[in-house]
């Protein structure tokens, strides 16, 4: 179900806006990801955008051979060798995430200006809050499931490796923190017809 949290900044949520912005909250294996498509608006996965960079850009990928030229020695990059450095030491995740960010950032940017007539965008951006992307205007949502589901979910994934997202949660804020700065609440059970009602509740009472 959709839970509603009334705050002063969207209870003149129906004044027409130029756009809103839509954060997807959450812990790692929630379903942000498959919410945020199930909105029907653009969305901007930082996940997908990271991916792109490991194949695609090679300005990237000698930023990272300077820092970290142990694990990071071929074009294009593999994330098997990401992953290796990220568990080799604690500080290499950081390292990673703050090269690598940067390039996010301007692509966040080019898809803002993209979509700028669009009424709706939804970003898909694991350190949203954490690296302060968002802004006091944007609505967001925070994506509850059940741990055990969560865990059944991750381990069905490609190169499910536990210890590396001990790393990424480590590096996020607590979920009861995201939890209370949303605005609203989607408790997921991966089903097609919850979501979408409950996405639907969202959007007719933002709009």
């Known amino acids: 179900?959709?839970?509603?949290?009334?705050?002063?900044?969207?209870?003149?949520?129906?004044?027409?806006?130029?756009?809103?912005?839509?954060?997807?909250?959450?812990?790692?294996?929630?379903?942000?990801?498959?919410?945020?498509?199930?909105?029907g608006y653009p969305v901007f996965s930082a996940d997908e955008e990271v991916a792109k960079i490991y194949k695609?850009?090679?300005?990237?990928?000698?930023?990272?051979?300077?820092?970290?030229?142990k694990y990071f020695n071929y074009f294009p990059i593999n994330k098997k060798?990401?992953?290796?450095?990220?568990?080799?030491?604690?500080?290499?995740?950081?390292?990673?995430?703050?090269?690598?960010?940067l390039e996010v950032k301007i692509k966040l940017k080019t898809f803002l200006k993209?979509?700028?007539?669009?009424?709706?965008?939804?970003?898909?951006?694991?350190?949203?809050?954490?690296n302060k992307l968002n802004s006091k205007k944007d609505v967001l949502?925070?994506?509850?499931?059940?741990?055990?589901?969560i865990l059944k979910r991750l381990k069905k994934r490609k190169n499910f490796n536990y210890e590396l997202i001990k790393k990424f949660r480590n590096i996020q804020l607590p979920?009861?923190?995201?939890?209370?700065?949303?605005?609203?609440i989607i408790k997921n059970d991966f089903t097609n017809k919850t979501i979408k009602r409950n996405i639907n509740k969202i959007l007719k009472n933002i709009l």
């Not at 979920?175 to 609203?184: E, M, N, R, V």
């Open 56 to 69: 695609k850009n090679r300005r990237i990928f000698k930023k990272l051979k300077k820092i970290l030229p």
């Open 141 to 149: 949502v925070f994506v509850q499931s059940k741990k055990t589901e």
């Open 1 to 39: 179900m959709a839970q509603y949290k009334a705050s002063n900044r969207h209870q003149n949520s129906r004044i027409a806006r130029l756009m809103i912005k839509i954060g997807i909250l959450g812990d790692i294996g929630s379903g942000k990801s498959y919410v945020a498509k199930n909105f």
């Open 81 to 101: 060798n990401v992953t290796k450095a990220i568990l080799a030491n604690k500080n290499n995740l950081n390292k990673i995430i703050k090269v690598v960010h």
């Open 175 to 184: 979920l009861d923190i995201k939890k209370k700065k949303s605005d609203f």
């Open 114 to 130: 993209r979509n700028n007539k669009r009424k709706i965008i939804i970003l898909d951006i694991p350190l949203l809050l954490e």
